[in-house]
């Protein structure tokens, strides 16, 4: 079934609120196996709210209004539907009789403005709104089925999940299945070019930034949910094999959740030696729940004198390398870890700008090491953008940077 | 001039995500006096952009696109533009050569996919894009003026404020002028509640919650600039002697940026020892540029042995204390601002959650404190949410008890 949402008001359209109506009903439509073409958001005006609907009603089967079912004047959706196709409003008795009891049971005098509210088009079908006094109303209107939902999240919440989840269900044949695989390193381009030829098995694959990260949804749609499910498992198998550790986990959890993850199996612990990240690698490192388990200490040092005395970095070192050096960060990694007694200890030094830069040193250039008992090693890497995404660049890739160590250094153990 | 929005993407119309871009893009053509008179987002289909893009040429002036510039086999809206309004693409050589630097500048090599980036509709005009590889486009279709825009909000913020604004400022009649205050401390309903009286001198009030902070803009229309700001002035003095120091500041500064200012003005330095915030109090510090002449270190112990070796905190107080108690925070504020000789320490501790609580320190409860060398002071905060939630609630009042301190201590300098 086609589904198309149109959500109305004006404080939508002057972007005083942001419509997560929309998003919300799309997703529980998506998964009941329905295809979403359509949204759109109109004022609270009578021939932008007929313009819409008509359009929505001429490319989808179904259409889900939310918004405008209150009780004052600028709440016209669904009259203005009803004008629009040409439909005459009744008084409906059992949606008076409801919105009556909403206030007797909120000990509150009823407005005779809500009267208003149990006009409903012929034909129409009210859903009961547990939470306000507006009205869901279901009715067909031309070739579409209608739902008009109040525009307040929680009436909407409910009224949808009792009276139009069972139905978008019963319309609905086959399984949509989907896995999400998330990659890091390589530009939105570049994967494209290397998997366009891959054989999709009947699948339909979905790109998104989410910046630094691109994730790939493989979404397939069947009658039969273990052929969508094996679809889907070949299609992930061959992008693996073209994109290597460029993927580096499946379904929501993030980058720093999956290194929380090998870091917890193999039993190792990690401290960090920020500069120029300025504390964002520990602040992504100790949003997993559980850090402490793994995360010993981070040490932001953005003065000379502290990468000295704190982190054991030898003066000479600085004077003659710098402070962005790949001397520097190898001090500083191990440094760190030989003060707090971890496995692996971070290093990272760079310049985030808008100042700062040099020829030899421009703006964006950050280097970072790792430290272990067995081996340290430091990597050089150019970044662009304004300083919080270069701090987020720089962050992210050292977080890969210990992934992949530990990737390739599989019976590391303490 | 009527305003059309549409945005392009499968993600849009599946729920995946929240499209924000329309209500960023509303705010600002409402602010020039333009009014917006659709939104609407369809997915990555030629028909279904065409229908779109063809119905809002037919009810705006103007319509504002924005997703699916990338170079992807699924971006595709200039394309579909094209062909929905009869017009030709072309090979655009300038925009090539922007495309070419961007990669230069990152140090990747090209993808193929990405010259498609360069193909722009016959009359069109690019509109450079300094932060991705996807330039903007200006042209006529119809008898509405179209501009095409990137989805990711950082390349289509500075597109528009490049390109769009200067345009739409031209194309209005009389002045929209407006402030925005910045609120941290009170919530949105006791604001509201506390200025609903006030004289608006002919303005417009709105609230904008940017969590956890409160954003008043007080916008006034007007066909004389300086009646104008003057009513706005009259509105702002209002508000600010009702909420006192809860109003921090004006404009787009936030309140890292706010308390950086102070701290260079009166030539202090600044130093963190952080615990349960893991590191983002630090991190939002250093997102300042020139933060790094103000801010020393920061320390994230997350280990009680880091809290002893590097803070210096004794082993007593941790043990009979807790490391969640008045007494350590007092001890690592005072610690850091020894150990980094800087003028203010800062020492943060508490229980993010979901695990790690108990019955007398439960998830959500924070310690804070502040030391210099004239004073010491520790607070208790308890905040409620997951864990991102309570730390980035944590770091912001840790952020504004440093603003509050120094905004009462006038005179304080080194």
Redesign the interface.
């Known amino acids: 079934m086609k589904i198309a949402v149109v959500t109305t008001g004006d404080e939508?359209?002057?972007?005083?609120?942001?419509?997560?109506n929309?998003?919300?009903?799309?997703?529980?439509?998506?998964m009941f196996g329905h295809e979403?073409?359509?949204?759109?958001?109109?004022?609270d005006s009578e021939k932008?709210i007929i313009?819409?609907l008509k359009?929505a009603e001429t490319?989808a089967d179904c259409v889900i209004v939310s918004g405008g079912l209150g009780p004052t004047v600028d709440d016209i959706t669904v009259e203005s539907a009803a004008k629009g196709f040409s439909v005459q409003l009744q008084f409906d008795q059992n949606a008076y009789a409801d919105i009556e009891r909403f206030f007797e049971k909120a000990k509150r005098p009823m407005a005779k403005t809500n009267k208003k509210q149990a006009m409903i088009p012929e034909g129409g079908k009210i859903l009961c709104n547990k939470f306000g006094t507006a009205p869901g109303v279901q009715v067909k209107f031309g070739k579409a089925i209608f739902f008009f939902l109040p525009g307040v999240p929680s009436e909407l919440y409910q009224i949808f999940g009792d009276s139009i989840e069972p139905w978008l269900k019963s319309q609905s044949s086959g399984y949509c299945e989907y896995k999400v695989l998330r990659c890091f390193g390589m530009?939105?381009?570049?994967i494209?070019?290397k998997i366009?030829d891959i054989d999709l098995c009947g699948c339909r694959l979905?790109?998104?930034?989410k910046?630094p990260e691109v994730l790939l949804?493989i979404i397939c749609r069947s009658d039969d949910k273990e052929v969508a499910a094996a679809s889907i498992e070949k299609v992930a198998g061959q992008i693996k094999d073209r994109l290597q550790e460029v993927v580096y986990g499946e379904g929501d959890l993030g980058m720093a959740h999956v290194l929380g993850e090998m870091l917890t199996n193999k039993g190792l612990t990690i401290s960090?030696a920020?500069s120029c990240t300025?504390?964002?690698?520990?602040?992504l490192?100790?949003?997993v729940?559980?850090?402490?388990k793994y995360?010993?200490?981070?040490?932001?040092?953005?003065?000379n004198?502290?990468k000295e005395?704190?982190l054991e970095v030898p003066k000479a070192t600085i004077e003659t390398k710098g402070a962005v050096s790949e001397e520097t960060v190898l001090a500083t990694a191990s440094g760190i870890r030989k003060?707090?007694?971890s496995s692996i200890g971070i290093g990272i030094s760079g310049i985030?700008?808008?100042?700062?830069g040099s020829k030899e040193k421009p703006v964006g250039i950050v280097y970072m090491a790792y430290s272990t008992k067995d081996e340290e090693k430091a990597f050089k890497h150019?970044f662009?953008?304004?300083?919080?995404?270069i701090?987020l660049l720089a962050s992210m890739t050292a977080i890969n940077m210990v992934r992949l160590y530990l990737t390739k250094n599989i019976n590391l153990q303490e």
């Not at 939508?12 to 997560?20: A, E, F, K, S, V």
């Not at 729940?289 to 402490?292: L, N, Q």
């Open positions: 939508i359209l002057q972007g005083i609120i942001i419509d997560t929309s998003a919300w009903i799309s997703e529980r439509c998506h979403i073409v359509y949204h759109a958001s109109v004022g932008d313009n819409a359009h490319i530009p939105e381009a570049s494209d070019e366009s979905s790109f998104r930034v910046f949804k960090l920020e300025g504390g964002l690698v520990s602040d490192i100790t949003n729940p559980g850090a402490s995360f010993k200490a981070g040490i932001v040092s953005y003065s004198d502290v005395k704190l003060i707090s007694n985030a700008g808008p100042e700062g150019f662009s953008g304004d300083r919080e995404r701090k």
